[in-house]
């Protein structure tokens, strides 16, 4: 058959058959996707996790084996229908919350075999999503204690940003400074409506080093990624379709 499929559930994620829709994942990422019959869509939370750990991991800064936890930040529709519904419906008294809220910590997020997959992890990695009272944006965060690291934080920077150099979406930030970082540093809706994908790498004096990437949850995480993927698939300019430009900053 001639039919070529993208999938956005989470169905055919890791299955072997179906080549998992990240071209920034690794070096020849692109053309399985061209060539593909079959392709899973990456989940929001797994695409900016693994674009922030798998460099890393790939170049020995951290092992693979490492214990690694995450925390992320989702507008709420990145919990879909249910999700929404709860959030918006002003009976739940949830449309005032002024604070983030932990959602699926007690169980295993569906999320959790992509990133453990494409990774490159030994184990899973402990992740703790919350939704705050916001639709759309997600700032996904990895922590990264000093006794994990095999260099130090400059040395993560430049393997990020050697990686992701000449990409039209995702973007490695200037290393920040000490005193650098203010209150809206790392807006999670500074990427809104666009196919962008922003890394931070923020350094601590003590050694430890936190990676943060900054995405529009329907965007990049999920309706941008699709188009991206089947611009690729038709053989047309990767970016068609697709604005890089955020809204905010």
């Known amino acids: 058959s001639d039919t070529r499929l993208i999938d956005a559930s989470t169905a055919h994620r890791v299955h072997p058959d179906w080549i998992y829709g990240l071209p920034e994942l690794q070096p020849g990422q692109r053309d399985a996707i061209r060539d593909a019959k079959l392709v ?75 990133m453990t997959l494409y990774s490159g992890m030994v184990h899973e990695p402990q992740f703790e999503p919350a939704v705050g009272p916001f639709r759309c944006g997600m700032r996904v965060q990895v922590p990264l204690h000093a006794s994990l690291l095999q260099g130090h934080s400059s040395d993560a920077w430049e393997v990020l940003n050697e990686r992701y150099s000449g990409e039209s979406f995702v973007k490695v930030m200037p290393l920040l400074t000490p005193g650098a970082i203010e209150e809206k540093s790392f807006n999670p809706q500074a990427c809104n409506d666009t196919n962008s994908l922003h890394i931070h790498v923020v350094p601590h004096p003590s050694g430890h080093v936190i990676l943060m990437a900054i995405l529009d949850n329907l965007g990049k995480g999920a309706s941008g990624m699709a188009i991206q993927n089947l611009n690729l698939m038709l053989g047309i300019p990767e970016t068609t379709g697709l604005p890089l430009t955020a809204n905010a900053k």
Do not use: Q
């Not at 919990?79 to 169980?107: C, F, H, K, Q, S």
């Open 40 to 114: 899973s869509n990456p989940g929001c939370y797994s695409s900016s996790f693994i674009l922030l750990v798998r460099p890393l991991i790939d170049a020995g800064v951290i092992a693979a084996d490492a214990p690694i936890s995450t925390h992320a930040l989702s507008g709420h529709s990145g919990g879909g229908r249910n999700l929404m519904e709860r959030w918006e419906n002003p009976d739940n008294g949830l449309t005032g919350l002024v604070y983030e809220a932990p959602y699926a910590i007690d169980r295993v997020h569906k999320h959790i075999p992509e």
